[in-house]
């Protein structure tokens, strides 16, 4: 699980969150049109998942209940056309992963490093994460890949990383159009 500050800059993020309105359909399947890709997908939510709604110009955060109600601050609204929702894009897991391993100066500074590239966490296309299969261990060392795309550039990260008597971060970026950095992270 992310610390709240981790969970807070990652909401914040440029590109966090997929918006558009929905439809209902025959079988009473919610039917959702991305506003940006232009995309249709069938929604199906988890009971208590969040989310938030559009309603007389303000966003209200609110969780699925089931059969297209959804649990606000005013009471429970029943989804219907045409509706606007903000729905939070998830991290990929071995990316949430090796963003909860990291530390909090590590966290900040891979996160503003990708940003000042023009990248969000939420741009993530690809991701391998070798320290997963070291989960248990005391030592851990490796390299892994996360691929970024925000629909103009893409930007591929190698993470080398060290866990044990001391926990080394180092993350290279390099972007399709020649731009590269690399950010280095030690702690005792």
């Not at 699980?1 to 990652?10: D, P, Y």
């Not at 892994?144 to 550039?153: K, R």
Request: net charge negative; with cysteine.
């Amino acid at each position: 699980m992310l610390s709240k500050q981790k969970h807070r800059l990652l909401e914040r993020q440029e590109r966090a969150h997929v918006t558009g309105s929905i439809e209902i359909g025959e079988d009473q399947e919610l039917l959702f049109y991305d506003d940006v890709h232009e995309e249709v997908s069938i929604l199906q939510f988890k009971q208590d998942e969040s989310l938030e709604i559009l309603l007389n110009d303000s966003w209200y955060t609110g969780n699925y209940l089931k059969d297209g109600q959804l649990s606000i601050p005013m009471g429970i609204h029943q989804l219907k056309t045409n509706d606007t929702l903000r729905i939070q894009k998830k991290v990929p897991f071995a990316l949430e992963y090796m963003l909860k391993e990291s530390s909090d100066d590590s966290f900040l500074a891979f996160t503003a490093k990708l940003n000042a590239l023009s990248f969000s966490i939420h741009d993530c296309i690809y991701s391998y994460n070798h320290m997963v299969f070291q989960d248990g261990k005391t030592d851990k060392k490796g390299v892994s890949f996360f691929q970024f795309d925000n629909e103009e550039a893409i930007c591929g990260v190698q993470h080398h990383f060290s866990r044990g008597s001391k926990n080394e971060d180092r993350f290279e970026f390099t972007t399709c159009t020649g731009k590269r950095a690399i950010l280095t992270q030690m702690q005792q």
